[in-house]
């Protein structure tokens, strides 16, 4: 009998440590996460002022180039769809990061309540949309990019015939 009993508190600590170091993984993940979002924005910010910068370049400069007025145009439009391209993809791995974020932290609550007992974590809400500073990331580079546009069609592109 004393068997039986050794046996299933052995198991019980096995259990806890891996739901422990299991645990310490989740947290570590949801770090990573978070510092993600901080790099994929400075990413964006890097090649967006720099695309931007060289469709600037292309516009100030085209005349003394001598490069005919479509063929600046174009490389202009190009640089801003490189711009919109590069915003599109940094949406997606954003967007990608809180899914995952979401996830992490679903286990997250499912360890805890498991171990520790239930509702020691909160769930994550939809609702706390707003809270989340990835929100405001992408509604930055989403109106950045609008604008990009929008400048270019009122300002840059007219001016070029």
């Known amino acids: 009998m004393a068997a039986s009993g050794e046996t299933t ?9 891996f739901a422990l170091e299991r645990y310490r993984y989740i947290l570590q993940q949801i770090h990573a996460v978070n510092e993600n979002a901080h790099r994929f924005l400075a990413i964006y ?3 967006a002022t720099t695309l931007v910068g ?9 005349r003394k180039w001598e490069l005919a007025p479509s063929t600046a145009r174009g490389g202009v439009i ?13 949406i997606t791995l954003i967007v990608v990061g809180a899914l995952a974020w979401l996830d992490y ?5 499912d360890i805890t309540d498991e171990i520790v007992g239930p509702g020691f974590r909160k769930r994550p809400r939809p609702g706390n949309l707003l809270r989340w500073y990835e929100t405001y990331v992408l ?19 007219p001016v070029m015939r």
């Open 45 to 47: 910010q890097t090649l």
């Open 9 to 17: 508190s052995e198991a019980r600590t096995v259990r806890n440590e």
């Open 105 to 109: 932290r679903n286990e997250e609550c």
């Open 54 to 62: 060289a469709a600037l370049a292309l516009f100030v400069g085209y």
């Open 78 to 90: 190009g640089l801003l769809m490189l711009a919109t391209v590069v915003a599109a993809f940094t």
């Open 139 to 157: 509604m930055f580079i989403l109106v950045s990019v609008v604008t990009m546009w929008v400048l270019a069609g009122l300002f840059v592109l």
